[in-house]
Structure formats: C-alpha cells, structure tokens
C-alpha cells in the first residue's frame, strides 16, 4: 500500500518536472503524438485515399489560383505535428523553429497559395502556427474576379464582414488574402453563401475552407 | 492500482487522439481527458492519484514549450472539477453531467461560441457515459479481485 503511495508521490513529482521544464519534452512529445498518428492512419483503409483526395484538391485550388493570382515563390515543406487539443483555439504545432530563421509572424501556406496561418511562437526547432479557424483571427480579404473588398473572421466557421452593400458575390467566388503581412493572393476558401440582411450597412457571407486541419500533413513557411 | 492504471492509460491515448483531432466531428472535438477525469474522480477518492492524473492531461495537452497561462488555467479549472464531484452529492450520473457541463463552459471561457460551446458539452456528456461504463467494469474487476 505504502508502496503504492511512493510510486504515486514519484510520478506526480516526474509530471511535475516534465511540466515546468516542458521544453525540453515538447518536441520528443510531438514527435510522439506523430509517430503514433501515422501508426493508426496505417491502420485505416480510407486514410490513404482521404490524404490523397485532400492532396488532389489542394492541388487543383492552386491550379485555379494561378489562373486568376500571381504565383508565389516555392519553399520546401515542414511536417506538422499536432492540433491544438481544445475548440477554443486553433493552432497547430510544425516541425520548423528559428534555427532555420522562421520569425513570429511569418506566413504558413498549405502548398504554395492556401493560407493557413501565421507563426505565433517560435522556438529552435518547432513553431506554434496560429491558424484561420482561431476565433480571433482576421485578416482584409478580396472576393473573386472583381475584388471585393471585405474583413476575413476565424472560426470553426469563417465568415466575410463588412462586404460593401452594393457588392454583388457569386457563390463559390475564389477568397483571397489581402493583407500587406501575408504575400498577395493566397487562397483562404471559396463563398458558401452570402447573407443581404435587409436593413443592414454591410452584408456578409461565409466561406468554405480549402483545406481541412485534421488533414494537414505538410506546411510551407514564407519566411 | 488496477482503475489508476487504466486511467493513465487511457489519457495517455485518448489525450494524444486529441492532438490529432481524430474524433472530430464537423470540426468540433470533444475533450476526452476532461471526461476520463471526471468518471474516474466518482470512482477514486485518493487526490494523490486525481493529481496524479491531472497532471498526466496538462503534460500531454500543454500545447506550447513552456508553462503559460493556459496550462495554469486548465490545470485548475481541472482541480476545481475534481473538487466539485465532492461536493455534489446528487445522483452520480447526473451529477456528472452537471460537472462536466461547467467544466466545458470553464475551459471555453474566453471564446464565446455558444454553437461551438454546445456541441461540445454534448459530445462530453456522450463520453462520460461511455468511459462511465468501461471504468465501471475495470472497477468492478479491481472488486472481484480483491475479493
């Protein structure tokens, strides 16, 4: 019983360490939480094809991007580690940190023209990414062919604000990133529906992303 | 020994799964530590061992290389559940509802999406009563045991 007891008392003590001297575990963890991810992704037949769907579509996004937007230059990919583990907050933990000159603020891409997020924190060797689906996270945007203006609010649902009343959307309009701290042109998603609230100064509109966070396996750092 | 281990086991796990967002539904995912902890509170009173295990959940959570504020937070809104299953002396069941309800809207407590809120309180409740069920059968192996 006492034996117990002690082995208890050890462990919380162990934790205790783990916990206030985190980094130095942090990066073994995430490799970890990695390791064990692709364990059980080998272990689902529809894994493959749904990391393969969500490559595909990535792929033609960009294709479409480039047809409409300048092209951005290519950087090599980082691995992403994890998710945030709770609602409130999306981030994501990559596998790239200021020893390979990654700054608080550089922008994070899915390929090269879909944006995802921007660095938060940064330490030698991995990178906390705040991403679009944070709740407060915004950014200026444009709307499809006649660029129109609009302000992009984060969210396990993103929605278009302050879209001018006279404005006139399509659905499925290409979103697009506008902001002088990201390169021009990223791709964040294409317009679900637009909401002409009668009475209203602005309109609004929501936007289906185009990527899916629990898909993402690769990032590309603008540095 | 037998219900502390499986414990740590399965936060072990299933808090790893949350880094993945394996269980996520429309993007929305449940916080199955906070759910283990809760049954395994009901059915353990020894707070070295809750202790035990609410530290295991800020390790594997903590999403930053160092000790912020929000680990802090979590950690005692967590103590704070654990010290509320004390004192709610209603039926377990529904008072583990009601612990996990609050616990929800405290870990949320800066970002008011009620949507998001809600959904979320649903999946937990789901889940409570789920690992209800396996940890009172490891329970009652740990009875049979002893017996």
Do not use: C
């Not at chain 1, 493959?48 to 047809?67: G, P, Q």
């Not at chain 1, 399509?170 to 990201?182: K, W």
């Not at chain 2, 072990?12 to 916080?31: R, T």
């Not at chain 2, 809120?117 to 690992?131: A, P, Q, R, T």
Request: proline share 4%.
């Amino acid at each position: 019983m006492m034996r117990g007891r002690y082995l208890i008392i050890g462990l919380i003590i162990i934790l205790g360490i783990f916990i206030i001297f985190g980094g130095a575990f942090f990066e073994a963890k995430l490799s970890f939480n990695k390791t064990l991810r692709d364990f059980f992704q080998n272990l689902s037949p529809y894994s493959d094809l749904k990391i393969r769907i969500a490559e595909l579509e990535r792929e033609n996004e960009e294709l479409k991007t480039k047809i409409l937007l300048d092209e951005t230059n290519p950087n090599s990919s980082v691995v992403v580690y994890a998710s945030h583990p709770l609602n409130d907050r999306s981030e994501i933990a990559i596998a790239i940190g200021s020893d390979e000159g990654v700054e608080k603020g550089d922008a994070v891409t899915y390929g090269n023209s879909i944006l995802v997020g921007r660095v938060k924190t940064v330490s030698p060797n991995i990178s906390i990414v705040t991403t679009i689906f944070d709740p407060g996270f915004e950014t200026p945007v444009r709307i499809g062919v006649d660029s129109v203006d609009a302000l992009l609010k984060g969210g396990n649902e993103l929605t278009l604000r302050l879209i001018a009343p006279d404005a006139f959307i399509e659905n499925d309009s290409i979103v697009y990133t506008a902001d002088p701290s990201f390169p021009y042109g990223l791709e964040i998603g294409r317009v679900r529906s637009v909401n002409k609230s009668e009475g209203g100064v602005f309109q609004k509109a929501s936007v289906n992303p185009a990527f899916e966070i629990k898909l993402l396996r690769n990032v590309v750092v603008h540095k | 020994m037998l219900l502390f281990i499986s414990s740590f086991l399965l936060i072990w796990v299933f808090s790893l799964s949350q880094l993945n967002q394996l269980f996520a539904i429309q993007g929305i995912q449940p916080n199955i530590s906070l759910a283990i902890l809760v049954v395994y509170a009901f059915m353990e009173k020894d707070w070295l061992r809750r202790s035990a295990l609410v530290l295991l959940t800020i390790f594997l959570l903590n999403f930053s290389p160092t000790l912020g504020l929000e680990a802090i937070f979590t950690m005692i809104v967590l103590f704070i559940v654990l010290t509320l299953v004390d004192y709610f002396k209603w039926q377990p069941t529904l008072s583990a509802v009601i612990i996990v309800l609050i616990a929800t809207i405290l870990l949320n407590a800066f970002s008011i999406r009620p949507g998001v809120i809600l959904i979320e309180s649903i999946y937990n409740v789901f889940l409570v009563g789920l690992f209800g069920l396996l940890l009172s059968f490891i329970n009652s192996k740990r009875s049979s045991l002893n017996a």
